[in-house]
């Protein structure tokens, strides 16, 4: 054994020594030191910088010196990093798919209703509207109508009905309610529209489209006057009924018709013993099921408007009581009835008999909403316990599958065809509350198709690539929320074959706004806006320690305020070379520590180490905290719906679905030394019979406010005179099909220098505006065929607007010459695909001060950074072979300077080839913007802190615990 061990170390050592042979011979030429080099030492390399680096850790005291002499100087950037703002998304109560099936409407538990876009991939999606909520809200239901107006939008009509008795439908255009109707029997649990008799020709190309082995069309035998003319018009049917589930026990149906007349009551239902909390329609309209509070389901006849049978839901469960509630009810077309209860069971009736067919209890808690897909082959079910779980028709017989799959006629549950339960996901983290079937419609893949040819798409880890293997244009997606307020999409017809996707990383999403240069404090002013108030912070920009990190050429600084932790925090360079033998920590207390310190490998254990150059520092460092000057309350019931901030700092702006508001903030001016600083808040008089807006901006000097209002209409408010000077009418680049489409103002910016301002609204129809002669510049044409997300002028020249688009598509213009910019003609057919697949988006713009070349595109998931001057990247493939240690060496000179992605620690890839560099973040960031050419500030929130707001979710026991 003696032998054959040293036969063994002889033969290591003599391969190690072959091995330290060639990499001495290859440092000559890789590391060549240049003329110019000033980078940090390799131990100074902060937490995000990639894992060939950072996990690099050899104790060679002369391998630092190495890493000095990688490339030239670069430019530092520090990032000023702070999580003090408070984020409390609310859940996500009701879904509705528009009447096109392109969008979705989304309910929260404060009241606020989001209309999404659905879109064919990760790409797309797009929070296009958000109505603000009430005090007190308590959206139980939400439903899209479908409108016989020519001039309406292809979408339908929005109607929400609420805890509190009144039902709602809402103008998307002022994003106010349009009419309010009274349900006369307390409270709505559920709304339920009457299916329309359609033809396929009528339907959306997007909808026909079936996957194979299902129903070729949706179109049914149902009941309706019995002439073609109504199967082949839409605009045949004259009304649409909608049953409404009371508090009293008592079903009533009100009459959808016209436009202007609303929701009309039209008769009620016998009342029955307890309260009615679902409500479905059968597929000819003839019959209506009621699930209540006492267990039982109930079949109605909507002609004699009586009972027809009673069916007591507890039987096929885990058993029956007086306090089980049936939470959803679901019909299919072949007559199949699903019901979900509050014992967690899913069961299946025969419509027409009231018998049940077959019963599961896969759910651990109430079942609270039911889905079915297109070709009403699969069953979806949502309950209290966080899961999904997917059940499937199999029929019995191999001629019953053939006609399934081929007949578009009604089909036929026969005796031996069951519902099998198939899998279940589990994406959300508490309470499953809605369900919905949306069709994508395809807009992001024509946008992107070209490009897709030219580049092949690059596979990144960190974003979800499973979607774009079954997102495409016309196949039916689920979507769910909950308590946790995300929003996940599942394919409807492979539930299980393919991962969901995070549709919103980050809901509801604090907004704020900032003020770089205040007259009235020493560092930059920041206010957070929440529903009822908004808090103004003062942040220091001095101060604290800072890291740095390697991108491309570039360096990133990272600085931590207030009490957040550094994971793996590097020492500055000059402390580096002071404390070359002792290895120093600062705590929470800012107290320096000597002595030994934990070093980590790279195959994760630590040991102690005392050479500063492979050294990881860990800890917590002590910058001055935000200070918060003042808390603005608003007294109305209303949630506020925009704010502004001057740049000034002084002068705060709000409005909520009442009227704006404007206020400033002074300094109370104490002779006690000893007391800290007070501020006060002053309200400052506006104009009367100002609208309530939708978007409000201050001009460059603060000397006027900006109020973009319903009806497409911006007022320029001179604030020391208190009058209005202008109001400006939005005229769309051209004219639209349907004239009440809802297009209110989302976006608006003005310029440094005063004299411009762009709006755009949620259709995409951008318009930049003269201040100084009050009239309309030009009317930017539509970009992209979709919303823009985000849009703003360079500081330093007031005639470049640079523009974000709902596909990731970066326009640059001049405003000035009322063309696009030289960049846009030559790059915007060739964006690189990582910035087109950016994860999450693009949400914001933030621009260097003085460098005329430099952005930063971000979501709340990701950056990306880019400069105008370099060209455009093209795609490269991805190394997905591991690192050998010369490839670590040499990819460190090479890779990052000539392009190449990098894994980081916190599991993301950066992209770096000299420009668009994309850097992932670990945590929801709510907003980021540059403070100067080398410094920028992030808002950031951890999603575990968020979840510890939230109500806790339901026990659910972990194996081994």
Known sequence: ???????????????????????????????????????????????????????????????????????????????????????????????????????????????????????????GWHCELTIPGKRDAAISSLLWCFSESKKSSPRGRLFSSSLDGFISEWDLSTLEPKDIVKSYGGSVWHMASEPLQRSLNDLPTTMRRQPKGSVESDSDDGESDGSESDAEEIGAVQTQRVAVACDDGCIRLYTVSDDKDGMIYSHSFPCVQGRILSVAWSVDATKLFSGGSDGCIRCWDVGRIQEVYRITAGLGGHGSGSDMCVWSLLTLRDGTLVSGDSTGSTQFWDGKRGTLL????????????????????????????????????????????????????????????????????????????????????????????????KNK?????????????????????????????????????????????????????????LAFEPDICNGVMLMAQYEHCLDVWEVPTGGGHSSQVKLGKGIVKSREGGDISLSKRKREASESRNNDKHCGISNCNGVQETGMRLCELPNGTKKNCCNSNIVKQMGKVKCPPPELLARIKCKSPNHISCSGLSGSGHLIAFSDQIKPRLCELEQQHTSDVSNRRGWSVRKRRLPRNLPPAHNIAFSADSSRLLLACPHNSIFVVDIENVDVLHRFEVVGSELLEHADIAS??????????????????????????????????????????????????????????????????????????????EWSRKNASSLPQRLLEFPGGIQGLSMSPCKMSSIIAYSSRAMCLIDFQKPVPQEKTKMTVPFTLKDKVASSHLDLSNGSNCNLQNGGTVQSDKNFIVVPFKDPVLFLQHLSDTSVLVIEKPWLDVLHQLPPPVYRHVYGT
């Open 744 to 821: 209110p103002i989302t976006r608006m910016c003005t310029s440094a220098d005063g004299q411009w301002l762009a709006v755009s609204n949620v259709l995409g129809d951008a318009t930049i505006f003269n201040l100084e002669t009050f009239r309309q510049h030009w009317s930017i044409p539509r970009l992209d065929g979709g919303p823009i997300t985000s849009m703003m002028f360079h500081p330093r020249n007031s005639c470049i607007l640079v523009v974000a688009t709902r596909a990731n598509q970066l326009h640059v213009l001049d405003v000035e010459a009322r063309q696009f910019g």
């Open 358 to 453: 077959q019963a599961y209890s896969c759910h651990g808690a109430d079942v609270l909403a039911l889905a079915t897909s297109p070709s009403h082959h699969y069953v979806f079910a949502a309950g209290a316990d966080g899961q999904v779980i997917q059940f499937q028709l199999v029929p019995e017989s191999s001629r019953l599958a053939d006609r399934v799959s081929s007949s578009a006629e009604e089909v036929a549950v026969v005796l031996g065809d069951k519902w099998v339960f198939c899998g279940k996901k589990r994406m959300h983290t508490h309470d499953v509350r809605a369900l919905a079937v949306a069709f994508p419609i395809g807009e992001g893949e024509t946008i992107n198709k070209a490009t897709r040819k």
């Open 457 to 513: 798409r690059i596979k990144i880890s960190w974003m979800e690539q499973d979607m774009w293997k079954w997102a495409h244009p016309g196949v039916p997606m689920l979507i769910s929320g909950g308590n946790d307020a995300k929003l996940f999409t599942y394919p409807a017809n492979a539930f299980l074959a393919f991962h969901p996707h995070d549709v919103c990383f980050a809901p509801q999403q604090t907004q704020v706004k």
């Open 1 to 123: 054994f003696g032998r054959h061990s040293f036969l063994l170390l002889l033969l290591l050592s003599l391969s190690v020594s072959a091995l330290l042979l060639q990499f001495a011979k290859a440092l000559p030429k890789v590391w060549a030191p240049p003329a110019t080099c000033s980078l940090p030492p390799f131990d100074l390399l902060p937490p995000l910088l990639p894992l060939s680096y950072s996990c690099y850790a050899l104790p060679c005291p002369n391998l630092s010196h190495l890493f000095r002499h990688i490339c030239p100087a670069a430019e530092m950037l520090e990032l000023h990093r702070y999580s003090h703002v408070d984020w409390k998304p609310s859940p996500v109560v009701a879904l509705a798919t528009s009447v096109d099936g392109a969008v979705i409407a989304a309910a929260r538990e404060n009241g606020a209703i989001e209309v999404w876009i659905v879109a064919s991939g990760s790409v």
